[in-house]
């Protein structure tokens, strides 16, 4: 089954508390946050240029999915008439808002739930997530990739990153509720938060993306410290897809 979302909403809001810069992009702190936000703006140039490849121009709204501290809604508002950045950690978008120097131009929300319910169908023309997917079970990996391309226009762009199936997942996903419940229990007393990591097939992917009325215009190689993955471009889903 892997961590439970009530579990997961817990260690990031203890990570958004204690530790927010290092639990977003590991060994950066406070004082590291010009560089913190230049990296967020290179990242954000080099997703423009896989854009252009596909043949999609900036416009209109765009979701920063898992926005942390805004390290990439910011640089994305100056591409984009408005930047939504939504985060499941109350502590990190109080923090992402306190930083944010985009003004209107980028807000924050937080989303408590493993959906994005907040949200209207077809409200965003860009849809863009990276290093966060891997950090949920991948029943809510999956679950929250079909929301992305419910609130997507169809005229409008999913890029969302996944890491491959990392060792151990299976175990993890497998095991029973009552033996993971103790070991988590002791863990967290000894340790803090937990970051997990878990990844997805490619063909669970590209299933689920078919199954959204959607296809993969481009993907290309985008690794997690340590942990192989891709980065998907995908279309917006087909009117009228359930």
């Not at 997703?47 to 898992?66: I, K, N, S, T, Y």
């Not at 508002?77 to 980028?106: I, P, W, Y």
């Not at 762009?157 to 988590?184: H, S, T």
Request: charged share 20%.
């Amino acid at each position: 089954m892997g961590v439970r979302f009530s579990e997961l909403k817990s260690n990031w809001e203890e990570f958004g508390t204690s530790q927010p810069f290092s639990a977003v992009l590991t060994d950066f702190e406070e004082t590291d946050k010009d560089e913190f936000f230049a990296l967020g703006r290179k990242e954000v140039q080099d997703l423009l240029g896989l854009l252009q490849q596909v043949g999609w121009e900036p416009r209109g709204h765009a979701l920063d999915f898992g926005s942390g501290l805004g390290r990439l809604s910011q640089a994305l508002s100056a591409h984009f008439e408005s930047v939504l950045g939504v985060d499941v950690a109350q502590s990190m978008v109080d923090k992402a808002t306190r930083l944010n120097t985009s003004g209107d131009r980028c807000r924050f929300m937080v989303n408590t739930r493993p959906d994005l319910s907040i949200l209207p169908t077809e409200s965003v023309d860009l849809v863009y997530t990276n290093l966060v997917l891997q950090h949920m079970a991948p029943r809510y990996e999956a679950a929250y990739i079909r929301e992305f391309f419910r609130v997507v226009k169809p005229s409008g762009i999913v890029a969302f990153q996944v890491c491959d199936p990392v060792r151990g997942q299976m175990i993890k996903a497998n095991a029973p509720e009552w033996l993971l419940r103790p070991y988590r229990r002791l863990r967290g007393k000894a340790q803090g938060p937990a970051m997990q990591m878990y990844g997805m097939s490619r063909d669970r992917i590209e299933r689920v993306v078919t199954s959204a009325g959607s296809s993969v215009l481009l993907q290309t190689q985008m690794d997690s410290p340590g942990y192989p993955g891709r980065l998907y471009l995908c279309s917006g889903a087909a009117p009228g897809t359930p």
